[in-house]
């Protein structure tokens, strides 16, 4: 829940409406130059979000929602390119933390439920930031970004009176007209609000949902039912939600609508230090940044989960073992670990029913950022629903014959649209000596697979022939218009890892060159042999040097 795309922490935001994004401590200043330097062979690193904005326009991956009636804040649209990619993301996620585990099953809830979920998570009467109006020009503004703005000063945790204390105490003015004029600052609900049936009132009010999170727990005795699942376990969801944010920004970063990729752990609530899988990540290296190092402005430092979890820093197995995960996930999609590290929340940023909060966090051209909340949640939620519904969401646990209301451990909760950032940051390459952009995604997450080039027009039989011999097995695309060199100059710039070429000697040799995007590195491969050629190729399990 903690979903994060759009707000991190909204969770949080719930009770404590103010949050999320001033947490991004470091968004500013010293922290990003630090990090420049630290990357400086990284063109990624030099990307600013707005080129990258750009770019993926350019490219067909993401366009302004609307943009031919000026747009909509907020609002994006995947295009051909980035549909294919997101799909990827969010199949290999399901993959990894769904099908792969027989600890965790998945749902795909409804948008819009009875307006009583939101009642009882608290999102109806606490889920929004605190807004701030002008008297003289009417710009209404953020109280914790115009603070933060104006004076550094962080605002985690802080409530709408205490915000309104600290503009009038340092006298901060209307970023847009200058006077210092405000309005009372007033909490400004999130939730998206819309009706449902044919007569609009009060009783025909729904909520689109805020975050996926909750319908994994209203739907949590269904799903414990008929699932046959022992604690501890997890319910995992993606999909769409929706926050009307004040002031969405950084491209897919803040959105008002998103997509999310969720979990629930539950465990047993008297072995919070029972993680019956830490073994197989303890030696995954993080980079953390405990709430100590912040406190004494100290470094952030490298050691393995084990050694975190030793030395007490991190202090559930858990948190250790989902944040492990979690970095294991991306790793293995190609992000590059260096631009990761794990950040624990301070005491004033956690939720009153949290006992600790870890993030994972990426460096974005505008600073660190949460990708993911790993909060402990404790048995808020199941608690609530059994309130609000009336119904029992205890369970009965067979290994210790008692019954007990699950606490959630941890909530890996990932943004799809902040994922699809991350990889195309860690694949953005400005190849100077190419004279083109190179994408090096993933082959899994890679939009096109295969392309095929017939070398001139001539060849166009052949190469159909090539071309829908691979089509159902692979995602291709067929390109015969330009010079190769600039056909080639264009899959690399949408990532497309291999590109099989047809020439004069194909038509006498039945032969193809297969040309690798990373290395440019070519190969001859009998056409007999392209399909499963191309498939160990794409699965790593062989590289174009091994077919000379
Ligand atoms: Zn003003």
């Known amino acids: 829940m903690s979903e994060n795309e759009n707000n991190e922490n909204n969770k949080n935001n719930k009770n404590n409406p103010k949050r999320e994004e001033t947490r991004g401590k470091n968004r500013t200043g010293s922290q990003n130059k630090r990090s420049d330097k630290q990357s400086d062979k990284q063109s990624s690193s030099k990307l600013s979000i707005e080129d990258m904005a750009s770019f993926c326009k350019r490219k067909g991956f993401v366009f302004p929602s609307s943009e031919i009636y000026g747009g909509m804040a907020g609002f994006w649209d995947y295009g051909p390119n980035g549909a294919e990619l997101k799909n990827n993301i969010k199949n290999e996620w399901w993959k990894f933390h769904v099908q792969s585990r027989q600890d965790i099953v998945g749902i795909d809830g409804s948008i819009i439920s009875n307006p009583k979920v939101w009642e009882a998570s608290g999102h109806v009467s606490g889920f929004g930031d605190v807004m701030i109006a002008c008297k003289k020009c009417g710009e209404r503004v953020r109280a914790d970004v115009l603070i933060e703005e104006a004076k550094g000063i962080q605002c985690d945790g802080l409530t709408a009176e205490d915000l309104g204390k600290i503009i009038q105490e340092n006298q901060i003015t209307c970023p847009k007209c200058g006077a210092f004029a405000w309005e009372e600052p007033k909490v400004f609900n999130l939730l998206f609000k819309t009706h449902v049936g044919a007569v609009e009132g009060e009783k025909s009010v729904a909520y689109l949902r805020g975050e996926t999170a909750q319908i994994i727990f209203s739907e949590f005795k269904n799903v414990f039912e008929v699932s046959r699942l022992k604690l501890p376990f997890g319910i995992a969801q993606m999909g769409k939600a929706f926050r009307n944010e004040i002031a969405p920004r950084n491209f897919l970063f803040r959105c008002r609508e998103f997509e999310q990729m969720e979990i629930e752990y539950f465990i047993h609530p008297e072995k919070k230090n029972d993680c019956p899988f830490?073994?197989?990540?303890?030696?995954e290296k993080l980079l953390v940044y405990s709430a100590e190092m912040q406190e004494k402005g100290t470094e952030a430092e490298q050691m393995t989960a084990r050694e975190a979890l030793e030395k007490g820093i991190i202090q559930s197995p858990w948190h250790a073992y989902w944040l492990a995960t979690e970095l294991r996930w991306f790793k293995r999609l190609g992000a590059k670990p260096e631009n990761f590290r794990v950040r624990q929340h301070a005491k004033e940023e956690l939720a009153f029913y949290s006992s600790d909060c870890w993030d994972l966090e990426y460096k974005f051209p505008f600073g660190w950022k949460?990708?993911?909340?790993?909060?402990?949640?404790?048995?808020?939620?199941?608690?609530?629903?059994?309130?609000?519904?009336?119904?029992?969401?205890?369970?009965?646990?067979?290994?210790?014959?008692?019954?007990?209301?699950?606490?959630?451990?941890?909530?890996?909760?990932?943004?799809?649209?902040r994922s699809f950032l991350v990889f195309m940051y860690d694949a953005f390459d400005d190849n100077k000596e190419r004279g083109n952009i190179v994408l090096h995604l993933h082959p899994k997450l890679a939009p096109i697979k295969v392309a095929v080039l017939p070398l001139v027009n001539k060849l166009n039989g052949k190469a159909t022939e090539v071309y829908n011999s691979l089509k159902e097995k692979f995602v291709c695309f067929y390109d015969k218009s330009g010079s190769v060199g600039r056909r080639y100059a264009r899959?690399?710039?949408i990532g497309t890892p291999f590109c099989v070429t047809i020439d004069f000697d194909t038509l006498e040799q039945e032969d193809v060159t297969i040309r690798d995007r990373d290395t440019t590195e070519q190969a001859r491969v009998k056409i007999s042999e392209l399909k499963e050629v191309l498939s160990k190729l794409l699965e790593g399990e062989i590289t174009i040097e091994d077919l000379k």
């Not at 830490?278 to 030696?283: A, P, Q, T």
């Not at 909340?373 to 609000?388: F, V, W």
Request: no cysteine; proline share 4%; charged share 40%.
């Open 370 to 417: 949460e990708l993911q909340g790993i909060a402990d949640r404790s048995d808020y939620d199941l608690r609530q629903h059994t309130e609000h519904s009336g119904k029992d969401h205890s369970i009965f646990d067979e290994e210790m014959k008692m019954r007990v209301m699950p606490n959630v451990v941890a909530e890996p909760s990932l943004g799809v649209d």
């Open 278 to 283: 830490f073994e197989e990540v303890k030696e």
């Open 491 to 493: 899959m690399d710039e």
